[in-house]
């Protein structure tokens, strides 16, 4: 990516007019640095934020090496108890969802006493266990960031 003078981000190399001159795209892959930068292009990078958990507070650009880089002040979006409820509601969707599917056969024993094969009670058994580990990782997790990145490993087969 490349950011113009007057703060215009190009994500892709595109045909550009500057101060009443017509550049080709290939002047993105063809000229150096120095050369763009002497039309007012230089490269251009920019940290990601996840929006789902944070709101941008400030934005920052700063150049290094006729690099710039665009920064994000964030603060959090929710609390740490919110996001816990949030992580918590997912697992708890996960987990019912890999559950669905065999429910019938618990149904089935129910109804009519049919056996129910080992492998399944196993599997229900292990999702189960799966989810409670998660559920006290979660409980006891205090950073946020730590938080958002927790995934949990079902144990499932490709």
């Not at 215009?8 to 101060?19: E, G, L, M, N, S």
């Not at 080709?24 to 789902?52: H, M, R």
């Not at 089935?108 to 799966?130: L, S």
């Amino acid at each position: 990516m490349w950011i113009t003078e007057d703060n215009f981000v190009i994500k892709r190399p595109t045909a550009i007019t500057i101060d009443g001159v017509n550049h080709p795209s290939d002047i993105f892959t063809e000229w150096s640095k120095e050369e763009l930068a002497s039309v007012g292009i230089k490269p251009f990078t920019e940290t990601t934020v996840d929006l789902q958990y944070y709101d941008v507070t400030s934005v920052v650009d700063i150049e290094t090496d006729g690099v710039v880089t665009r920064n994000y002040g964030t603060k959090h979006k929710y609390t740490i108890e919110q996001l816990r409820i949030i992580k918590m509601n997912s697992v708890n969707e996960a987990a019912y969802s890999l559950l669905q599917p065999t429910d019938w056969y618990i149904v089935r024993n129910t109804e009519t006493g049919d056996t129910i094969p080992t492998a399944v009670t196993d599997r229900r058994a292990e999702i189960r266990q799966i989810s409670n580990t998660a559920e006290s990782y979660i409980n006891s997790e205090t950073d946020y960031q730590t938080l958002i990145n927790y995934q949990v490993d079902w144990n499932e087969s490709p």
